[in-house]
């Protein structure tokens, strides 16, 4: 075999693979979208006055965020149809990455309005506002700020945990590497075009949430310019 | 087939593939341990080529995902002549992956001790030695310990992975049960439950119980 990396080898898988990203970047976004909304809903239930949801909510976050999401997907796609419920690996994939990453969404959104100041409900009880007018107009425009460079981390968590879905054959960037890599008993080229992409994609992601944060905890007074 | 005579059944396999699991977790915790602190430091450095190295090796395995960094070690390497075993390449990814983001964890733990911490120990006429290991290392550890407590916890999640690269683990086992018996629910359900009980009835209060006792060593009291 030869050694070395070979690159007219990956100039040639070059088009695939970038289709195959194509397929990642779909799965990260659709799989953030759905984590948003479920983190809305434990959110809810964590803030409920009832103490019994409040109880079973916070069991049902903790075990969702205290099992790999591996095996979750293992258990999505392969429990599922037993109960006669038949979902394709896309939907599957995309289910379990919403409600793992919407545990850890609902823990920023929690952070998020737990650091608008108390003062400020006072405020609004004070001027006899309602509680949906206090939350419209005070309580979230100022929760917002904070929450953004938490929700923008879990975004580039999730695009580098979508290679998990090739585990249940989702046809994202991995799948389609290692698929390329058994065909032609090459892995070198494919998983380090892998790598390279996540880098080129990930790292002016994650900076770019940095600078946010940075921007949010200077306007919050935290640190100075 | 009732879930007791599951367990009957295939409870030994599922406890033998904990038993790995709780190894890898124990190995790659230990080396993550070690690379944090190193790169921590590292990117602490005032010389700017090792500042530089410190960087790029956090950006690179924070920037990529840890799946392909697992395949990468142990299908790749093996081309440039390093054959790794599975559990070795599967502990040495875990270790560089996790330690990239301790490493960060550190670098914040000692930026985060108060300067005139290190201003008066100078003033004390102390020794370098001396004032890392007296003054610093002590107040750095109720600073890290918490994120870092996490960090483990997303550890023990993430060995689930090395059932992946063929290390007979938990994840393992019952990924070969379930293509046998087809009773899936049984299997990974109980796997699950295996996981979160090691999170949250040994894990998480051993890591709890650490940052106790590093409270109480700087005077912070019970937390």
């Known amino acids: ?225 | 087939m009732s879930y007791f005579s599951f367990l009957a059944e295939h409870g030994m396999t599922l406890i033998l593939g904990t038993v790995t699991t709780i190894k890898v977790l124990i190995c790659s915790m230990v080396l993550y341990v070690i690379i944090s602190m190193i790169f921590g430091l590292m990117r602490l450095s005032k010389n700017l080529i090792i500042q530089g190295i410190a960087t790029v090796y956090i950006e690179f395995f924070r920037g990529t995902s840890l799946l392909v960094q697992l395949f990468w070690v142990y299908y790749v390497l093996p081309f440039f002549g390093i054959s790794l075993e599975a559990f070795v390449a599967g502990v040495v990814a875990l270790g560089l992956n996790f330690g990239a983001y301790g490493a960060e964890i550190v670098r914040g733990g000692i930026l985060a001790v108060p300067k005139g911490q290190w201003e008066a120990a100078h003033a004390l006429n102390f020794s370098p030695a001396k004032r890392i290991k007296r003054i610093i290392i002590p107040q750095i550890f109720p600073i890290i310990l918490p994120p870092a407590a996490n960090l483990t916890v997303e550890l023990l999640k993430a060995t689930a992975l090395v059932a992946l690269v063929t290390v007979v683990d938990l994840t393992f086992e019952a990924k070969q049960i379930n293509s046998i018996t087809w009773l899936s629910a049984q299997c990974f359900g109980t796997a699950l439950l295996i996981y979160y009980i090691m999170a949250r009835l040994a894990l998480v209060p051993f890591l709890r119980w650490l940052e106790v006792l590093a409270a109480k060593k700087v005077g912070r009291g019970s937390l």
């Not at chain 1, 409040?54 to 979750?72: A, Y």
């Not at chain 1, 879990?154 to 054959?169: A, C, E, H, Q, R």
């Open chain 1, 1 to 225: 075999m030869e050694m070395g990396f070979k690159w007219d080898f990956a100039y040639e898988i070059l088009p695939q693979m970038l289709w195959a990203t194509l397929n990642t970047i779909i799965a990260a976004g659709v799989g953030y979208a759905i984590a948003l909304v479920v983190g809305l809903f434990f959110l809810l239930g964590q803030r409920t006055p009832s103490k019994i949801i409040n109880g079973i909510n916070r069991e049902i976050v903790e075990f969702i965020r205290s099992t790999p999401l591996l095996i979750q997907l293992f258990f999505v796609y392969f429990v599922l149809p037993q109960f006669g419920i038949k979902l394709s690996a896309w939907v599957c994939g995309m289910i379990t990455i919403g409600l793992h990453f919407g545990t850890y969404l609902s823990e920023v959104y929690r952070g998020a309005l737990e650091g608008v100041s108390k003062a400020q409900w006072e405020a609004c009880r004070a001027l006899n506002f309602s509680t949906a007018y206090t939350y419209r107009r005070i309580v979230l425009p100022q929760a917002f700020p904070i929450a953004i460079p938490g929700m923008g981390n879990y975004l580039v968590g999730i695009f580098k945990d979508t290679p998990l879905l090739s585990t249940i054959g989702v046809a994202e960037l991995f799948h389609a590497a290692t698929a390329v890599g058994g065909y032609n008993y090459r892995y070198l080229e494919p998983y380090t075009m892998v790598g390279i992409i996540f880098l080129i994609l990930s790292v002016p992601a994650a900076m770019w949430v940095r600078k946010l944060e940075r921007k949010v905890n200077v306007a919050q007074g935290k640190i100075k310019q």
